[in-house]
């Protein structure tokens, strides 16, 4: 259950932030982007969130494996 109530919040964020995204776009009038400009947004915004998501695997797979725990360790006496 609480996993159904996670994927709908954040299923309704994502919309919202659409939206909302669209709004802001419709709103600026006379701005116009050729081709090569949405395709290098598209590419940007893909290939930070591709980054994202790597950097966010290193840290749970460091955290899994215990790589950070050797290094938090202080010196036993």
């Known amino acids: 259950m609480k996993t159904v109530l996670l994927l709908v919040t954040l299923?309704?964020?994502?919309?919202?932030?659409l939206v909302g995204g669209l709004f802001v776009w419709w709103?600026?009038?006379?701005?116009?982007?050729?081709?090569?400009?949405m395709i290098a947004?598209?590419?940007?915004?893909?290939?930070?969130?591709?980054?994202g998501g790597g950097?966010?695997?290193l840290v749970f797979y460091s955290s899994r494996k215990g790589h950070d725990d050797e290094h938090h360790r202080g010196p036993e006496i």
């Open 27 to 37: 709103g600026m009038g006379g701005v116009d982007i050729s081709l090569h400009g």
């Open 11 to 17: 299923g309704g964020l994502l919309v919202l932030s």
């Open 55 to 57: 950097l966010m695997f």
């Open 41 to 51: 947004l598209t590419l940007g915004c893909l290939l930070s969130l591709l980054l």
